[in-house]
């Protein structure tokens, strides 16, 4: 790591305040020309920068964050329901078709029909396309998940309006 | 959404309501802004060269500020990580926009130019210009050191680098920034 030229804050202090005390290190210390010259630029730019600025007020700014710190805790308690709801959900649809299928004879019969039938051609489908099948599956799999992460994300963005 | 009855009436999203809790009570927070909020804006306004941006993103920086769970040790310590988390929002504002922060173009410069800005000096338009040519990391360091005199501490903190890096990252930028107003003259 390269070593500030040691005078550097002296050369500031006293280009600030008028002096020509450090005129002849400022001839030969290219580091504290480059210093002096930023420094002459922005100091004061700040004050030129906040002219006819209207900064809102802190009630209003701690108002609008706690309206927004609430809403967003409503949704983050909300979630875990959702998430249990939709989860709840699939199971019981799962439980449903299970018995359905375990139970039902002709459930069973329209099976055995159409694994009679068309399962040969649906096996040598798969064979032919097994690529096409995985990426079937996998779209099938990766799809809810992406909706949800959308939805979310979108949701995330409404909140911060 | 079913509401979920959990006790005495009262769902879950009820008692979060109830349980949010800011870093620090109203009336601190009262002084804190006042004290921060100007040097805030004009940083957030020079790293973006939007002050109408810098409106939005000065809440957007309190917000997080008071949201965050960290706990200060003392003003000087609340106040750079003010200016981290300032830093960080224009970061994420220019990522959003996913280009280069409008300084080059500058709609401010522009502004200037037709008289629809506050009156400033050619002085300034140049310090505008240069500093478009600057990475906003650059832009953020220089603007702390000279136009707020803090500390390299300071700097280190609001910017996110290490202190023993920050003496050669502020020297290029001096000289690059140097030599740009070099060139505007």
């Given at each position: 790591?390269?070593?500030?030229c040691?005078?550097?804050?002296?050369?500031?202090l006293?280009?600030?305040?008028?002096?020509?005390?450090?005129?002849?290190?400022?001839?030969?210390?290219?580091?504290?020309?480059?210093?002096?010259?930023?420094?002459a630029?922005?100091?004061?730019?700040?004050?030129?920068?906040?002219?006819?600025?209207?900064?809102?007020?802190?009630?209003?700014?701690?108002?609008r964050?706690?309206?927004?710190?609430?809403?967003?805790a409503?949704?983050?308690a909300?979630?875990p329901?959702?998430?249990?709801?939709?989860?709840?959900?699939?199971?019981?649809?799962g439980?449903?078709?299970?018995?359905?299928?375990?139970?039902?004879e002709?459930?069973?019969?329209?099976?055995?029909?159409?694994?009679?039938?068309?399962?040969?051609?649906?096996?040598?489908?798969?064979?032919?396309?097994?690529?096409?099948?995985?990426?079937?599956?996998?779209?099938?799999?990766?799809?809810?998940?992406?909706?949800?992460?959308?939805?979310?994300?979108?949701?995330?963005?409404?909140?911060?309006? | 959404m079913?509401?979920?009855?959990?006790?005495?009436?009262?769902?879950?999203?009820?008692?979060?309501?109830?349980?949010?809790?800011?870093?620090?009570?109203?009336?601190?927070?009262?002084?804190?802004?006042?004290r921060?909020?100007?040097?805030?804006w004009?940083?957030l306004?020079?790293?973006?060269?939007?002050?109408q941006?810098?409106?939005?993103?000065l809440?957007?920086?309190?917000?997080?500020?008071?949201?965050?769970?960290?706990?200060?040790?003392?003003?000087?310590?609340?106040?750079?990580?003010?200016?981290?988390?300032?830093?960080n929002?224009a970061?994420?504002?220019?990522r959003?926009?996913?280009?280069?922060?409008?300084?080059?173009?500058?709609?401010?410069?522009?502004?200037?130019?037709?008289?629809?800005?506050?009156?400033?000096?050619?002085?300034s338009?140049?310090?505008?210009?240069?500093?478009?040519?600057?990475?906003?990391?650059?832009?953020?360091?220089?603007?702390?050191a000279?136009?707020?005199?803090?500390?390299?501490e300071?700097?280190?903190a609001?910017?996110?680098?290490?202190?023993s890096?920050?003496?050669?990252?502020?020297?290029?930028?001096?000289?690059?920034?140097?030599?740009?107003?070099?060139?505007a003259?």
């Open positions: 790591m390269r070593n500030e040691a005078h550097l804050e002296e050369v500031l006293a280009a600030r305040t008028g002096s020509r005390e450090w005129d002849g290190h400022l001839a030969e210390c290219a580091e504290c020309r480059d210093a002096v010259a930023v420094a630029a922005l100091e004061g730019a700040r004050d030129e920068v906040l002219a006819g600025a209207a900064l809102p007020d802190a009630g209003i700014v701690w108002r964050a706690q309206f927004r710190a609430r809403r967003e409503i949704q983050a909300g979630r329901i959702t998430v249990a709801q939709v989860v709840a959900f699939a199971v019981a649809m439980l449903v078709g299970a018995c359905v299928g375990a139970t039902s002709s459930f069973q019969a329209v099976l055995a029909w159409v694994s009679g039938h068309w399962g040969t051609a649906f096996r040598a489908a798969i064979a032919d396309h097994w690529m096409l099948a995985v990426g079937a599956v996998a779209a099938m799999v990766a799809l809810p998940g992406a909706i949800y992460a959308l939805v979310t994300a979108l949701s995330g963005q409404g909140a911060r309006r | 079913l509401r979920e009855t959990t006790y005495n009436g009262l769902t879950r999203a009820d008692m979060a309501v109830d349980a949010v809790e800011l870093v620090m009570d109203e009336e601190a927070f009262r002084g804190f802004y006042e921060n909020a100007r040097s805030v004009a940083y306004a020079r790293l973006t060269g939007d002050r941006l810098a409106d939005d993103l809440q957007e920086t309190f917000y997080r500020f008071l949201r965050a769970s960290a706990v200060h040790e003392s003003d000087t310590h609340r106040r750079n990580s003010l200016y981290l988390i300032a830093t929002v970061r994420d504002a220019r959003r926009r996913a280009v280069r922060m409008p300084y080059s173009a500058s709609a401010e410069v522009e502004q200037h130019r037709v008289g629809e800005g506050p009156a400033v000096s050619e002085k338009l140049d310090l505008t210009r240069a500093l478009a040519e600057l990475k906003p990391r650059e832009r953020a360091m220089l603007w702390l000279y136009a707020e005199g803090a500390t390299h300071e700097i280190a609001a910017v996110g680098v290490r202190p890096s920050l003496k050669s990252l502020l020297f290029r930028a001096r000289r690059k920034m140097a030599a740009l107003l070099g060139g003259r």
